[in-house]
């Protein structure tokens, strides 16, 4: 049954694409794992890029606004070379009220849901006239509105109230196909690698920096053999990772050994006890992190992306600076941000969301048990130094944890069956039009 749309979507003009497939998603970690292979796929079925014909469809990315976002993500994802049009989550509001200030729209498309708060996504498809599809990791929260629901698994689609299940259908994790697309063709060198994930997003890398360089040098003094890995989101920097272990962050104070200097080369940081650690610019850094025994991560989508690699992993939560590490979504997240209620109802919400959480990394979620470990709590860098050393002593164990993650993460093709729930929405007379995959 069609979703009714609230608006007429703009004339198309001579020259226009026919329809547009428009993607909407948030943060560095969905750009990614989701916007990334499904725009490639894309790409290619669509023969974008390519010589010859104008290509009946064009394709979008479209920011939304989310408390956590750097603003930069925008340039990350233009330096793709996958869409004809890229709008920052700022620009949001302004697309919304005047659609046509950003350039013509084709008359037919279809909005994807690929990361951000649902709504926005829901907004945006009524405004255009476009028809609507929500990827469900594990809700679809308006089915009314969505002509199509691509959920992650029978969770997602479980959770549908019945009238709307003829709605949804399960395509399987989109993560499971970074495991095909990660090749050790430039093996690390020799050693116990293991990867520092201190998470993208401001609030995130404010603590996570500082706390994972200071258990790095107390991991290399437990396991000399240790190598270190952290790469680099494509929304921060060298420099921003720098500040964020300089005293320009005050959370960096409570944490041993003073900012890290970089190498001579670029490539690495040195920390002030003399622990290098190698930056990994490439990014999306799959087959670096696929070389890896072990990840000491904070929460997010880097859970289900190490967990798609099946890389062991310990995630950390150090509840000691809840004023800092607000890191939710959706309108509570907003409220909790801004400057007269951070100080009380941010620090409020944090503690009801961890006393409410359940679990928190991906993995566990999806199995509904502890399939990696979580520490959350006043957890210091010696703690988990020590810990993480027992693992990289205890290979049997390390096997054990990615063979449990291998089982979770499914078959890969679930990128293409979204793409096949994509072109099943454009309009009738379009879809054979396409090349071949």
């Known amino acids: 049954?069609?979703?009714?749309?609230?608006?007429?979507?703009?004339?198309?003009?001579?020259?226009?694409?026919?329809?547009?497939?428009?993607?909407?998603?948030?943060?560095?970690?969905?750009?990614?794992?989701?916007?990334r292979p499904l725009a490639q796929h894309l790409h290619r079925r669509l023969g974008l890029g390519s010589a010859g014909p104008k290509p009946f469809c064009g394709l979008h990315l479209v920011l939304v606004p989310c408390p956590n976002g750097t603003g930069t993500e925008h340039r990350a994802a233009a330096s793709w070379g996958l869409f004809e049009r890229t709008l920052p989550a700022r620009r949001f509001w302004s697309l919304l009220l005047r659609p046509r200030r950003f350039g013509p729209w084709p008359r037919q498309g279809v909005v994807v849901f690929l990361g951000g708060d649902q709504f926005w996504s829901v907004l945006l498809s009524a405004r255009l006239g476009y028809r609507h599809l929500t990827y469900a990791e594990w809700v679809a929260r308006w089915p009314r509105w969505n002509d199509r629901i691509a959920a992650m698994g029978p969770r997602a689609a479980d959770r549908l109230p019945r009238r709307w299940r003829s709605r949804c259908s399960v395509v399987g994790d989109l993560m499971a196909d970074l495991s095909e697309s990660a090749r050790s063709d430039?093996?690390?060198?020799?050693?116990?690698?293991?990867?520092?994930?201190?998470?993208?997003?401001?609030?995130?890398?404010?603590?996570?920096?500082?706390?994972?360089?200071?258990?790095?040098?107390?991991?290399?003094?437990?396991?000399?053999?240790?190598?270190?890995?952290?790469?680099l989101a494509p929304t921060i920097g060298v420099e921003g990772l720098l500040r964020h272990a300089s005293p320009a962050n005050p959370i960096a104070a409570a944490y041993r050994g003073g900012p890290p200097s970089l190498s001579l080369e670029g490539d690495a940081l040195i920390t002030a006890a003399g622990t290098r650690i190698r930056l990994e610019r490439q990014s999306p850094a799959h087959t670096s992190l696929s070389q890896?025994?072990?990840?000491?991560?904070?929460?997010?989508?880097?859970?289900?992306?190490?967990?798609?690699?099946?890389?062991?992993?310990?995630?950390?939560?150090?509840t000691q600076h809840l004023g800092v590490m607000q890191a939710w979504d959706g309108l509570a997240g907003l409220l909790?941000?801004?400057?007269?209620?951070?100080?009380?109802?941010?620090?409020?919400?944090?503690?009801?969301?961890?006393?409410?959480?359940?679990?928190?990394?991906?993995?566990?979620?999806a199995a509904g048990r502890l399939v990696v470990p979580e520490r959350v709590g006043p957890i210091t860098p010696a703690q988990i130094a020590a810990e993480a050393a027992d693992w990289l002593a205890s290979p049997a164990r390390l096997t054990a944890m990615r063979d449990e993650l291998v089982q979770l993460r499914g078959r890969p093709g679930a990128v293409a069956s979204l793409a096949d729930l994509v072109m099943e929405l454009l309009p009738p007379g379009l879809r054979g039009s396409q090349p071949d995959s």
């Open 336 to 365: 909790a941000r801004l400057p007269l209620l951070r100080p009380l109802l941010g620090t409020l919400l944090s503690l009801w969301r961890l006393r409410q959480r359940g679990f928190l990394a991906s993995p566990n979620i």
């Open 292 to 318: 890896c025994c072990l990840a000491l991560t904070t929460v997010g989508a880097n859970t289900a992306e190490l967990a798609a690699l099946a890389v062991p992993m310990l995630v950390l939560v150090p």
């Open 1 to 35: 049954m069609p979703v009714a749309r609230a608006t007429a979507a703009p004339v198309t003009p001579p020259g226009t694409a026919a329809a547009a497939i428009v993607l909407v998603s948030n943060g560095p970690g969905e750009l990614s794992t989701w916007v």
């Open 186 to 231: 430039a093996p690390l060198p020799p050693g116990h690698w293991v990867a520092l994930l201190p998470g993208s997003k401001p609030a995130k890398l404010q603590v996570g920096v500082p706390f994972l360089l200071d258990t790095a040098d107390r991991l290399a003094a437990l396991q000399p053999d240790c190598r270190f890995l952290l790469p």
